[in-house]
């Protein structure tokens, strides 16, 4: 199964469109969050119908620049993984949703607390004895997907759970100087970058393992 991660799209869906035209076979497209610019149901759906023209099958949370509205849409569309399950090739997916308070106050944004009962939730979703991953936007702390020009700015509640819990895979977005892939504690964390950039993330997962994990770039 062909996994494509992408992440900050803002709305951009020619840069989208781009990045999903790299892979010729794409099983799902994960949704990492800031699927708008501030935008509402009509921008998301406009996203979501892109994806969907390239997998069957589209997934996302929302990012910190997504309202309520966006949120709302996903939950009702069969998008959204915040606060569910899904199982795919032998590995429960469930997803995290908003980002730490910013610099500029954005509308979906939560406190470390917030993240630690959004982990607690996300955790009891999932099938138990199954191996489990993670899509997110907010990173973890102290790992290349969190570096920002101001240093290390992901959440120590996300960190902490990793290191607890163990997830197989953990994907994000949010830092957009933080594209890389990193591992804690064994979980494999990834942060593509944003769409406008052209980077995603391609996973090859097979019976509940992941076999490939890849930081591309569309040029």
């Given at each position: ?43 998301a759906?406009?996203?979501i ?10 997934l ?9 509205e ?15 399950a ?25 406190d ?19 191996p ?27 960190r902490?759970?990793?290191?607890k819990?163990?997830?197989?895979v953990?994907?994000?977005g ?7 892939i ?25 019976s ?12």
């Amino acid at each position: 199964m062909i996994i494509v991660g992408v992440a900050d799209i803002h709305g951009d869906g020619a840069a989208l469109e781009k990045v999903l035209n790299c892979e010729p076979a794409i099983d799902a497209v994960f949704l990492l969050g800031d699927i708008t610019n501030f935008g509402g149901q009509a921008d998301a759906e406009a996203i979501i119908e892109i994806a969907r023209r390239h997998a069957d099958t589209v997934l996302g949370v929302d990012g910190n620049c997504d309202p309520a509205e966006v949120g709302n849409f996903l939950e009702r569309g069969g998008v959204n993984l915040r606060g569910r399950a899904l199982a795919m090739e032998g590995i429960s997916w469930t997803g995290i949703g908003g980002s730490l308070p910013c610099p500029g106050r954005t509308p979906n944004e939560t406190d470390e607390e917030g993240f630690a009962s959004m982990c607690e939730l996300a955790l009891s979703r999932t099938q138990p004895g199954m191996p489990f991953a993670i899509a997110a936007h907010q990173p973890p702390l102290d790992t290349a997907c969190d570096r920002s020009f101001l240093g290390h700015v992901g959440s120590s509640a996300l960190r902490r759970f990793i290191e607890k819990h163990r997830p197989v895979v953990f994907l994000c977005g949010h830092i957009h100087e933080g594209a890389g892939i990193d591992r804690v504690e064994g979980c494999i964390v990834a942060n593509p970058g944003p769409v406008r950039r052209g980077g995603y993330i391609r996973l090859d997962v097979e019976s509940g393992v992941v076999r490939a994990i890849e930081l591309k770039h569309c040029r």
